[in-house]
C-alpha cells in the first residue's frame, strides 16, 4: 500500500540509500521499469530485515530472506 511505502521512506537514512540507488541505476541506463524492480526488491530486503540499513546486514541475512523467498515461492 501506499501508506506502508511511506512508511519505509521515511525512515532515516532509508530514502537516502534508495535516491542514491536510482541515482547509480540512471548512471548505467538502466530502463525504468528495470530501476523500480530493483528497488522494490531493495524494499523488500530492507523490510524483512527489520527496516536496517543494507550494510548493517550479514551474508546470512541475505541467505536467509533468498530462503524465505525460495519458501513462500515455491
Sequence with gaps: ???RKSEL???P????LLVEVRERM???????????EYLNWIKRFIRYSGFRHPKECSERDVE?????LAVKNS
Design 1 to 3: 500500500s501506499n501508506e
Design 9 to 11: 521512506l521515511a525512515v
Design 13 to 16: 537514512g532509508k530514502q537516502k
Design 26 to 36: 540512471k548512471l548505467r541506463h538502466l530502463s525504468e521499469a528495470t530501476q523500480r
Design 64 to 68: 536467509s530472506f533468498l530462503t524465505d
